[in-house]
């Protein structure tokens, strides 16, 4: 067994909200850095409010003494050409490359929903195995680029986009190599209809990067039979951080623990920080996480 390498970092999600500005938008970004240190977090994942060159986030993030743990990368391969996407990702590449990430979330959000007032079943599918194959070629082809450029694909299955559920993360994988990192979203997952000790023991060969997030069921349930929007499903408290919902965390941290798993586990939870107050639930978050990863593993309940 490798030994479980892990730090612990979180998305400033918690504290502001790119897709939603208004939640959070007031709060500097120097407050989440600092409120995040002080928690025990050793990284963070970039937002809207980051600098982005290179220097200047060396210099921010050294300040706080944090790392630098990826970057939402919004990709189109669904809708342009290997070429146009590696001219796009340049400059964000650059910074995440020289900013010590090795990995970077690719989430595709070409004719994605996740950002619209448009119920969940509109979001966009391939309905071919042509399109699936056509679609993974380039999604592998960029995903051999960015790791020659020493950043490992880690590739987001998201609510409202086209890979969303178990049987799509199953399609995609099946038809692209190693180079294409898959980033393992507990709550996302759970959102889409899917047991998430499932999918890792399907993919945990692949799985390079982990969103901690928890779920509220009945929330989930209610977006469902109300045909809520993404947006709308976040507002009214679909997701949460982790030890305050309803997904078993402890068996997936030991799932992890089990396959060696290197690398960050992210607390990332969309909520609305004047219902969800940001300190509060980022320190739960971290606790319940912290715990876990020190814990020491019984292998009969891992197995």
């Known amino acids: 067994m490798n030994a479980f390498d892990v730090r ?28 995040g240190r002080k928690i025990g977090y050793q990284g963070f994942e970039l937002g809207n409010k980051f600098p982005r060159d290179p220097d ?39 910074l995440l490359a020289k900013n010590g990430a090795t990995v970077m979330v690719y989430g595709e959000v070409a004719d994605s929903i996740q950002g619209a007032q448009q119920p969940l ?27 020659s450029r020493g950043v ?40 889409a209809g899917g047991d998430p000790l499932v999918m890792l023991d399907k993919h945990i060969a692949r799985v390079c990067h982990v969103h901690c997030k928890d779920v509220r069921p009945a929330v989930m349930k209610l977006a469902r039979n109300r045909n809520w929007s993404f947006l709308d499903a976040v507002l009214n408290g679909a997701f949460t951080v982790p030890g305050d919902g309803a997904i078993d965390f402890p068996s997936i941290i030991a799932r992890l623990k ?10 990332e939870a969309e909520q609305d ?14 606790r319940t996480l912290r715990s876990l990863v020190d814990a020491p593993l019984d292998t009969k309940e891992a197995a």
């Not at 089990?258 to 607390?267: A, D, E, I, K, S």
């Open 8 to 35: 612990i970092g979180i998305n400033p999600l918690s504290w502001m909200n790119d897709d939603l500005p208004s939640l959070g938008g007031e709060t500097p970004l120097e407050v989440a850095l600092t409120e």
């Open 56 to 94: 200047a986030l060396n210099a921010l993030l050294a300040q706080c003494d944090l790392s630098l743990v990826s970057g939402w990368y919004s990709g189109r391969l669904a809708r342009r050409s290997v070429a146009d996407e590696i001219a796009e990702v340049g400059a964000h590449l650059e």
């Open 121 to 147: 079943y509109q979001r966009p599918r391939f309905f071919s195995d042509a399109q699936w194959d056509a679609y993974a070629a380039r999604v592998d082809e960029f995903a051999r680029y960015t790791l």
């Open 152 to 191: 490992r694909l880690a590739y987001h299955h998201h609510m409202g986009a086209y890979v969303e559920t178990p049987a799509d993360v199953d399609k995609l994988m099946a038809r692209t190599g190693d180079a294409v990192g898959l980033l393992f979203d507990a709550g996302h997952i759970t959102f």
């Open 258 to 267: 089990q396959h060696g798993y290197q690398g960050w586990l992210v607390v």
């Open 273 to 286: 920080p004047v219902v969800a107050p940001s300190y509060a639930y980022a320190d739960k978050g971290y």
